[in-house]
């Protein structure tokens, strides 16, 4: 399926091609012109949607006034009690118990002649049934007699949504041993009874929607599914079940869960052998991790071989895209520079940058600084002001700063560690994050997580943190900005007096340089009487694994318009005055001193 994600998320539509209640995610995006149109992505069966499907049916200019229908309320107590008047059987056919039955709070309804009409799932939030999943029995029998017969095999009565509890989740406290996921009712309560007689009661669930929102509800559960020791997969072994299972792998990384090896369609149908429990269980026994790595040839990947590297997205500081050739999927950048030199005033640049021109989400990991502190500070780079001062002082009004927050909303989402610096909990949460769809992140400063140790096993721990972050990048196609503080000069001209960063200064420097891409140091003299050289940066690229490129640009920080942009060298000219310096540098940054040719401009943001 064609899912072509980019932009900022406006939210989630009834679906016109499949008729889902809300599978539709729709996008706004930017065109080069600085224009503005949407697109997106069905999750349930149409894929990609194109701009022009959109505008045919809905909308555009309310779309994001537009509040698709919840579906639903939550069941109503006449509803409740009819269903709870219908009785809780076994399923013969099935060869699920009543017992089993009764533990998940199945109902059955049937008909005069005493066969099966309808099968109600609770649907459960907090504890509380809301609504049910309902199988509609009757239709699937009229369709295998005739074909042409319409109706829903399934349908939802009441609150049936993916932000609501998985089918079974209210019966089994958090923090078990094991917990199995299916892909379906029936199968969750075929794996149960199967598994019931083993030495600990284990989890059973599934997913109470359909296969297109399957991943969101399990995503909407991350924290509950993570807390249990072992989570092992059954879905159907089909197509469609490996590719939910693997999606839900890398949610939780491996190790963390294991996919079980079916044998037949799905758990329901090992009930109808004689020795199908115990291969059910040997399955499940014998589930295993699946590798991310495997033995592969040129012909396997010759198509993928065959494809032309393009540019990456653009960075803030044309000298450095021109170095890098743009930010790539599956790298780490490390930016080192001693304390109140640019650090900051650099990560916040490029989150404008990510969330402005390339219309990208950014996970940021602010791990001495927060989250409200950060968004000022950003918010304050749309509009050009200074949040973190009084209004009187950054001459801004409130009205100003709430609608630079507006402009970022659901383009920056914060790690609020409340004190704790755990780096495999920074590493869950980045996981989390990318099974969203966010691929960029921000992470300051590394040498927090290893404050409270001694150099021997703060350089361990980095290296640990690194190699994972690295694989990570790698399996996920996600990116990092990582930041670090240098340690002081040993002879030669201090840090914050313009000395050169090296990368042999980073904390735990072997770390860095063995498992990150690039390598940058920013230089400052913070004792320089001229303003406007105290307030401009050298960047250096320290060092380049994919090019063995270098480069080395100027960004100058304006307090007027709180911008951190690239400038001329300052120290070549002593006699311009700051309104040409700072046209020269609008000229560097917009685009006519063009160092990739005539013509050539970056791509657009939608083609990533």
Avoid at 150 to 167: D, H, I, T
Avoid at 178 to 183: A, H, S
Avoid at 449 to 455: G, H, K, M, P, Q
Wanted: a negative charge; proline letters at 4%; glycine letters at 8%.
């Amino acid at each position: 399926m064609d899912t072509k994600q980019s932009g900022q998320l406006i939210g989630h539509f009834p679906c016109f091609g499949c008729g889902g209640s809300d599978p539709l995610a729709i996008y706004k995006k930017k065109r080069e012109d600085g224009s503005f149109y949407y697109d997106g992505t069905c999750y349930s069966n149409c894929g990609f949607v194109t701009a022009e499907e959109i505008e045919e049916n809905f909308v555009v200019e309310e779309l994001e006034k537009y509040k698709p229908r919840s579906n639903a309320e939550p069941i109503t107590q006449e509803q409740l009690k009819e269903v709870q008047s219908y009785e809780m059987r076994g399923w013969r056919e099935r060869r699920i118990k009543k017992s089993t039955c009764e533990r998940y709070g199945v109902y059955t309804k049937f008909d005069d002649c005493d066969t099966v009409t309808h099968r109600f799932y609770p649907v459960t939030e907090k504890g509380n049934v809301v609504g049910f999943h309902v199988r509609n029995d009757k239709i699937k029998q009229a369709k295998k007699l005739d074909k042409s017969v319409e109706g829903a095999s399934f349908y939802a009565l009441g609150k049936v949504r993916s932000e609501c509890e998985l089918f079974g989740q209210s019966l089994f406290p958090k923090g078990g041993k094991f917990l199995v996921l299916t892909g379906g009712e029936e199968d969750a309560m075929a794996v149960y009874q199967t598994l019931r007689s083993d030495k600990y009661e284990t989890a059973v669930l599934s997913p109470v929607v359909g296969e297109g929102s399957a991943k969101k509800q399990i995503q909407n559960q991350y924290d509950y599914i993570k807390s249990f020791e072992k989570v092992i997969l059954m879905m159907d072994n089909d197509s469609v079940g490996q590719a939910a299972a693997k999606d839900i792998s890398k949610m939780f990384g491996f190790g963390k869960v294991v996919i079980a090896d079916l044998v037949y369609k799905d758990p329901c149908e090992y009930l109808k052998y004689s020795d199908g429990e115990q291969k059910l269980k040997k399955a499940f026994w014998e589930a295993m991790p699946k590798k991310p790595s495997q033995v592969l040839t040129v012909s396997d990947i010759y198509e993928r071989a065959l494809q032309v590297p393009e540019m990456g997205l653009s960075l803030p500081w044309e000298s450095a895209t021109k170095a890098t050739l743009g930010i790539r999927r599956g790298e780490i950048h490390i930016v080192g520079a001693a304390p109140k030199i640019g650090k900051t005033e650099h990560q916040h640049q490029l989150i404008k940058h990510m969330t402005d021109v390339h219309g990208e989400i950014v996970g940021v990991m602010s791990l001495e600084e927060n989250p409200v502190k950060t968004l000022k500070k950003v918010a304050g780079k749309y509009a050009g002001k200074q949040f973190t001062k009084p209004p009187e002082i950054g001459g801004y009004t409130q009205e100003d700063m709430k609608k630079a927050f507006q402009l970022l909303d659901n383009k920056m989402e914060f790690y609020s560690s409340d004190g704790v610096r755990d780096y495999q909990e920074i590493l869950d949460t980045v996981r989390y994050w990318a099974s969203k769809g966010i691929w960029f992140f921000i992470l300051d400063p590394l040498t927090a997580l290893v404050a409270e140790y001694s150099t021997g096993e703060a350089n361990d721990i980095l290296n640990n943190f690194m190699s994972k972050a690295a694989s990570m990048a790698m399996e996920l196609q996600i990116t990092f900005f990582m930041y670090s503080h240098v340690n002081p000069v040993r002879s030669g001209v201090p840090h914050d007096q313009g000395g050169d960063v090296l990368s042999s200064q980073f904390t735990g420097s072997r770390a860095m340089e063995k498992w990150a891409h690039y390598g940058w140091g920013i230089q400052r003299d913070r004792t320089e009487k001229d303003e406007k050289k105290r307030n401009t940066a050298r960047v250096t690229m320290l060092f380049d694994r994919e090019f063995g490129e270098y480069c080395e640009y100027y960004a100058f920080y304006n307090k007027e318009t709180n911008d951190w942009s690239e400038v001329p060298n300052p120290n070549l000219d002593d006699d311009h005055d700051a309104l040409n310096w700072e046209e020269e540098a609008e000229l560097l940054d917009d685009g006519p001193i063009n160092s990739f040719g005539e013509g050539w401009t970056f791509p657009k943001p939608d083609e990533y």
